[in-house]
Structure formats: structure tokens, C-alpha cells
């Protein structure tokens, strides 16, 4: 169950930061760390879709063997942390261009 939940943590975290990939860059130009060395982001943003699907299938993965050996108490703050993780990374990518209108705003 180690494995799952490490794998988990490990699938939420990337998906947030593949989320972020485009929303991230105008957040460091408002704070003023702005370069060409931010194009770099453009790359990841393909790759999105398929990171937040492969960490979402983790975290059932996770979800669905700790049901099964009945661990889910002892392990639930750790899974729903990963969850909720998962969950934001999603809401990110769902909204971006709102998210990113909203900091263009803010220039």
C-alpha cells in the first residue's frame, strides 16, 4: 500500500505542476522574474491532459486497494490530501484561460 500511496502523492504533485504550466508563467511576470527561460513551460502544457489522467487513475488505483485491505481509516487523511491535490490540478486546467485573464488584468 506504501507504493500506491507514495505514487499517488507523487501523481497529485506532478499534476498540479503540469496544471500550473500555463498559469505559472504569468504569475512570475507579475512578480517580476519574467524571461525567455518561462517558454519552457509551452512544452509541458502538451503533456497536461495525459500527467492529470495518469495521476487521477493513481489515486483510484490508491483509493481502490486501500478499500480493499481495509486501511482506508489509518490512510484517509494521506488519500484525501492527495484527492483534494488532484482535484485543484484539474480545477486549474479547467479554468485556465480565465485564471490567466483574470492575471493579465492584474498587469
Do not use: Q
Request: charged share 5%; hydrophobic share 60%; with cysteine.
Amino acid at each position: 500500500m506504501k507504493t500506491f500511496l507514495k505514487m499517488s502523492y507523487a501523481g497529485s504533485f506532478t499534476s498540479l505542476g503540469v496544471a500550473t504550466c500555463c498559469v505559472l508563467p504569468i504569475a512570475l511576470m507579475l512578480a517580476g522574474l519574467g524571461g525567455s527561460w518561462l517558454a519552457v513551460f509551452g512544452k509541458i502544457a502538451a503533456a497536461s491532459y495525459v500527467v492529470l489522467v495518469a495521476s487521477s487513475v493513481l489515486l483510484m488505483l490508491a483509493w481502490g486497494v486501500a478499500v480493499h485491505r481495509g486501511s482506508v481509516v489509518r490512510l484517509k487523511t494521506h488519500l484525501l490530501l492527495s484527492t483534494i491535490v488532484t482535484a485543484l490540478a484539474w480545477a486549474i486546467v479547467f479554468n485556465e484561460t480565465a485564471i490567466n485573464d483574470h492575471l493579465i488584468s492584474l498587469m
